[in-house]
């Protein structure tokens, strides 16, 4: 079986919310409030990286952060039949509303083109990617609104493999660096939700992981 991997502009995306993420967790207390799973010091050492440390580990090659795409009762619940509303409400929009509304929207249309890029990138089971593309972008953000849950840290039950990403995965060498964050792609291809079985063999190999430039091996010195 072909599977169609993400293409080279989905992972400029993933980095590009990574990155508005990362910064955004270095002061809101929102964004802080989901961070609770994680051991408290590496809640400490997230939300005090520098601009450096963040441009480098946002260039992991999947979202950093979740929607809970993996847990189908939640969303179940979210996507739920509810009444009407307001259409032109007016809301006060601030940079945590635009950063979910920007990720919502790159995941929902890649879910319509490529289920299964989706899935290598969230880490999402397969039921959440085809609800997710059968409703309209708008009815998702307003569930989601409505739901009024922050994303949360991916992967928050296993301190090893952030400890891994906030130690090596923000090295100023750049090899130790993607070593660190392939491997935590691994986490993403081989321990899917709830342990479904599914083709995620296979479409590791069938995707296209972003290429890894050498040109230079060691940042400037500086933390």
């Known amino acids: 079986m072909a599977f169609s991997g993400p293409e080279l502009s989905d992972y400029e995306n993933v980095v590009a919310l990574n990155k508005a993420w990362l910064d955004l967790l270095q002061a809101d207390t929102r964004l802080r409030e989901a961070l609770p799973a994680l051991p408290e010091r590496l809640r400490g050492r997230i939300t005090n990286l520098s601009k450096q440390q963040i441009s480098r580990l946002a260039a992991t090659p999947f979202l950093l952060f979740s929607f809970r795409e993996g847990d189908d009762r939640y969303w179940t619940r979210v996507l739920a039949e509810s009444p009407e509303r307001d259409l032109f409400r007016v809301n006060d929009v601030d940079e945590v509303d635009t950063l979910i509304s920007a990720s919502l929207g790159f995941i929902w249309q890649l879910a319509r083109q490529n289920s299964y890029a989706v899935r290598l990138i969230c880490g999402a089971t397969l039921y959440w990617t085809e609800r997710i593309a059968e409703r309209t972008f708008f009815h998702l953000l307003d569930a989601v609104r409505t739901a009024g849950d922050m994303p949360c840290v991916r992967f928050a039950e296993n ?63 500086q933390s």
């Open 159 to 221: 301190p090893e493999l952030w400890q891994k990403l906030l130690d090596s995965g923000v090295s100023r060498q750049m090899l130790a660096r993607h070593a660190a964050q392939m491997s935590a792609l691994q986490v993403v291809l081989t321990d899917p939700p709830d342990n479904r079985a599914e083709s995620w063999s296979l479409a590791a190999r069938s995707a296209r992981a972003p290429k890894m430039c050498v040109a230079e091996e060691n940042e400037p010195t």
